[in-house]
C-alpha cells in the first residue's frame, strides 16, 4: 500500500509535521523520496554486507527521527548501534563507548540517556582529559565545608551528587589518573561515595556511560588503566566506526552543516559537485568534526556561490595513493584476493556512488565489476542461507 | 538531497483518537490533505486517519480512534 502522507515525528515519537506525496517537488510520489535515498546507501553497499535488510520506510522513518536527536546517519552499521542504544537505554548496565575522536560518542551517550526512563533526570559530562587530575577528585565527589585551604566555606557538590537519578558521562575514560580509578571503581560498584574532607558516605542512583579515544584493553596490560574497572565499565561495549568506514554518511553530514552554518551566518552557498566527490574521497581522520570544521569554515570565509573543489583545504585535494595491507596470518591466495575485491569495490562504490565511476577509477569496464557485485552477493546470499 | 523538514506541512489540525469521523470528514475538506495525523495529548503520533478510508465509514459520532 502507498501512503499519500507521511507523519514525521521527533526522538520522542511527537509529531512534527506531515510530508504529503503529490506535493513534492518531484512529483514522483514519496514513497520514492524515500526509495532514492535507499538507493544511494544500497549503492554503497558493500558487497557482502549482511546488515542491509531493511525496508525503505524504516530507513526513512528510522533516520528522520534520529536527524531530531542530533544523528545524521544513513549506515547500516551506526543503524544497527543505535538499535543497540536504544536496548541499552532500558537497563541501568554501565556502557563503554570506543572509537576515534570525532565519530559521535557523545551523541550515542546522549541519545541512551534521552531514550532511558532517566530522561527527565540530568545528564552530568564530565571530561576526564580536561579537568587537571588536582581537580578530578573534587569534581567528581565535591567537598565538605572547610575541607582544604581555599575551599569554599558551605563546600561544594561534585558530578556524583548532580548526576543523582540520571546518568554520568566520563568522556575521556582512559585520560583518568590511576589513582582515581579505584576511587570511581568503589564509587561505581556501590553507588556511594563520600565528600572530600567528610566522613559521611553518600548514596545516589547513576547510570554511567564512559567513553574512550583509546584502546583501554592495552593500557590495562601496560599497568595504565585498571584492569577491574575496565571490566566494571566494559559490561555494554560499544565500538562507533570512524567516518571513513561510512561514507555514505558524508554527504548528509556535509548537507546538514551546510544549512546549519547557512542560517547561522546568513549566507547561501553551494558545493559542485567535484568538490563534493572531493569530500566525500577524503579520508577525515578527525571524523565528523573534522568535516564540520571544514564545512564551517568554507561556509565563513568560502567564495560566494558555488565553492569549487580548488576551495577546498589542500590536504582533501592530495589523492593518498598511499596502500597499507595488513597480513595476519597464512591464508588461500584465492580467499586473499577475494576479500581484497571486496574490500577495494566497496570503497570505490562508497567514494563514488555508481558503478560506471566506480569501475573507471578500479580501471575496469563496468560490466565487470557488475558481474563481480552479482557473484559477492551471491554468495553472501548461500552463506546466509 | 532534500530532507523532510523542508517539504513538510505543520498547517493541519492536530486530532486525537476521541475526534469523531464526521468532524474529521469536514477537516479533510477544509485541508485538502489525504490523510491526517492522528495524536494523543503530548503530541505523540498514535498513527495516520487516510481520506480514502475513512469515506468508507458512515459519517457519525463514532469516534476515529474505534
Not at chain 1, 197 to 223: C, P, W, Y
Not at chain 2, 13 to 33: D, H, I, N
Not at chain 2, 42 to 53: A, F, M, P, Q
Request: with cysteine; net charge neutral.
Amino acid at each position: 500500500m502507498q501512503f499519500p502522507l507521511l507523519p514525521v515525528v521527533n526522538y520522542k515519537g511527537q509529531l512534527l509535521g506531515v510530508v504529503v506525496m503529490e506535493n513534492l517537488p518531484t512529483g514522483t510520489g514519496s514513497i520514492d523520496f524515500g526509495c532514492r535515498e535507499l538507493e544511494v546507501t544500497r549503492e554503497n553497499e558493500r558487497p557482502g554486507n549482511e546488515s542491509m535488510e531493511i525496508s525503505p520506510h524504516d530507513l526513512f522513518r528510522r533516520t528522520l527521527t534520529l536527524r531530531q536527536a542530533g544523528i545524521i546517519t544513513y549506515s547500516p552499521n551506526m543503524l544497527e548501534l543505535i538499535d543497540l542504544c536504544s536496548r541499552a537505554a532500558k537497563v541501568t548496565s554501565t556502557v563503554l563507548l570506543c572509537g576515534e575522536s570525532g565519530v559521535g560518542k557523545e551523541l550515542l551517550a546522549k541519545l541512551i540517556h534521552t531514550s532511558s526512563p532517566r530522561a527527565a533526570a540530568r545528564f552530568i559530562e564530565i571530561n576526564c582529559g580536561a579537568i587537571p587530575e588536582s581537580l578530578m577528585e573534587s569534581e567528581l565527589f565535591g567537598y565538605a565545608a572547610g575541607a582544604f585551604t581555599g575551599a569554599s566555606r558551605h563546600g561544594k557538590c561534585g558530578m556524583f551528587e548532580l548526576a543523582d537519578g540520571g546518568t554520568l558521562f566520563l568522556d575521556e575514560i582512559g585520560e583518568l589518573p590511576l589513582a582515581l580509578q579505584v576511587k570511581l571503581l568503589r564509587a561505581i560498584q556501590t553507588q556511594e561515595f563520600v565528600r572530600i574532607g567528610d566522613t559521611k558516605a553518600r548514596k545516589v542512583d547513576i547510570r554511567f556511560i564512559a567513553a574512550t579515544n583509546r584502546d583501554l584493553e592495552q593500557m590495562v596490560a601496560q599497568g595504565r588503566f585498571r584492569e577491574d574497572l575496565f571490566f566494571r565499565l566494559n559490561v555494554i561495549s560499544m565500538y562507533v566506526p570512524p567516518l571513513r568506514q561510512r561514507k555514505e554518511d558524508i554527504l548528509p553530514l556535509v548537507h546538514h552543516f551546510q544549512a546549519k552554518y547557512s542560517l547561522q551566518f546568513g549566507n547561501v552557498k553551494s558545493f559542485s559537485t567535484e568538490a563534493l566527490r572531493r569530500l566525500q574521497g577524503y579520508s577525515w581522520p578527525g571524523n565528523v568534526r573534522e568535516l564540520e570544521n571544514v564545512v564551517e569554515c568554507l561556509m565563513a570565509i568560502g567564495p560566494e556561490g558555488i565553492i569549487e573543489d580548488k576551495h577546498l583545504p589542500k590536504r582533501l585535494l592530495q589523492v593518498n595513493t598511499e596502500t597499507c595491507i595488513k597480513v595476519n596470518g597464512v591464508m588461500p591466495l584465492s580467499q586473499a584476493v577475494d576479500i581484497l575485491q571486496r574490500m577495494l569495490i566497496g570503497e570505490a562504490l562508497a567514494t563514488y556512488g555508481d558503478i560506471s565511476r566506480a569501475a573507471e577509477a578500479l580501471q575496469v569496464d563496468p560490466s565487470t565489476l557488475s558481474r563481480k557485485l552479482a557473484r559477492f552477493r551471491k554468495n553472501s546470499k548461500c552463506k546466509r542461507d | 538531497m532534500i530532507f523532510a523538514q523542508e517539504v513538510m506541512t505543520t498547517d493541519f489540525p492536530a486530532l486525537s483518537a476521541e475526534t469523531p469521523v464526521a468532524e474529521v470528514l469536514q477537516w479533510f475538506e477544509k485541508t485538502g490533505l489525504p490523510g491526517l495525523p492522528i495524536v494523543d495529548a503530548k503530541r505523540k503520533l498514535l498513527g495516520v486517519v487516510l481520506k480514502e478510508l475513512s469515506l468508507n465509514k458512515t459519517p457519525g459520532d463514532t469516534p476515529v480512534g474505534k
